[in-house]
């Protein structure tokens, strides 16, 4: 069933993302998503990226035809949106680094806010970050990562958090961000021993477990997921490697 919700304020967060708040009374957690439907165009997955009683926030990123769509509304527009859907993050993981990678940022935001855990939002430049004042708000600690070295430190957000947890003892890393650094994200967490709880994309129809179109190996990225931990990852052959496209055909990494 989808509920019909309507605009009530439009934030621009960088010249490619914006972010749209509504008011709606479900009840969601860090890390879940919701199916936004575009009438004529499509119906896309979107992360909550606030959940502050009954007004909700998506932060969009404009790549293709729906995303597009969306930055089209305005204040006082309706949206027609199902969920929320997946498990989302478990924040009783002891003390947390937060990582949000590119508009992966957005899925990360609501455990910044719930638990104030040290946050990383890396991205390829200065401009393309995003929702950093609103992770100051929350966390003492927010470092920037860009790639250009244009704000913040210069490089990665796996390298970032390389020195991060040198400096300090944690015990669990939460991250979202585009697969790659996912996978070293991950590659990383083995390394040093660390847990982590990735929040992964795939292409998704239903949102509810039921299509299949989002597998990967035995699981439901969209019911599983889409937060898995590190003992989960580790069965996923597919992650860091392929994933399925609207077709369901197996697309390559690498
Ligand atoms: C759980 C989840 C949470 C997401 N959260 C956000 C978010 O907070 N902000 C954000 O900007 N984007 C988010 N995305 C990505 C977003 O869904 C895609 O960028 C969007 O669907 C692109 O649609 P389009 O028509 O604009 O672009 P297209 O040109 O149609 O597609 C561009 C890319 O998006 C992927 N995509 C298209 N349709 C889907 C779909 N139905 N399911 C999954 N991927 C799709 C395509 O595989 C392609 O790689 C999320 C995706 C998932 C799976
Ligand atoms: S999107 Fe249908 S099962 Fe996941």
């Not at 995003?130 to 990562?145: G, H, Q, T």
């Not at 299509?211 to 990852?233: A, E, K, L, T």
């Amino acid at each position: 069933m989808s509920d019909v919700v309507r605009i009530k304020k439009v934030v621009e967060e960088a010249y490619d993302t914006k972010t749209f708040f509504f008011d709606w009374n479900a009840e969601a957690r860090p890390g879940q998503f919701i199916m936004v439907w575009i009438p004529g165009v499509d119906e896309i997955p979107m992360s909550i990226s606030s959940i502050t009683d009954s007004t909700k926030s998506i932060t969009v990123k404009a790549i293709g035809d729906a995303t597009r769509a969306i930055h089209e509304l305005k204040e006082g527009d309706r949206i027609s949106i199902r969920g929320p859907f997946g498990n989302g993050f478990d924040l009783d993981s002891g003390k947390m680094l937060i990582i949000g990678g590119g508009v992966g940022t957005a899925a990360i935001m609501p455990a910044v806010a719930a638990t104030g855990a040290d946050t990383i939002i890396a991205a390829r430049s200065d401009r393309d970050v995003i929702l950093e004042e609103k992770a100051r708000k929350f966390a003492s600690n927010v470092w920037i990562a860009t790639d250009d070295g244009s704000k913040g430190f210069h490089g990665n957000a796996v390298q970032l958090m390389r020195e991060k947890v040198a400096e300090n003892d944690y015990d669990c890393i939460l991250a979202c961000g585009p697969e790659v650094m996912l996978y070293f994200t991950y590659k990383a967490c083995e390394e040093l021993d660390l847990d982590c709880q990735l929040s992964l994309e795939r292409y998704m129809k239903c949102g509810a477990g039921v299509c299949g179109c989002c597998v990967m190996d035995d699981s439901r990225v969209c019911r599983d997921g889409p937060v898995f931990n590190r003992s989960q990852i580790s069965m996923l052959t597919e992650f860091g490697n392929s994933k399925r496209d609207e077709c369901g055909r197996i697309v390559k990494f690498r």
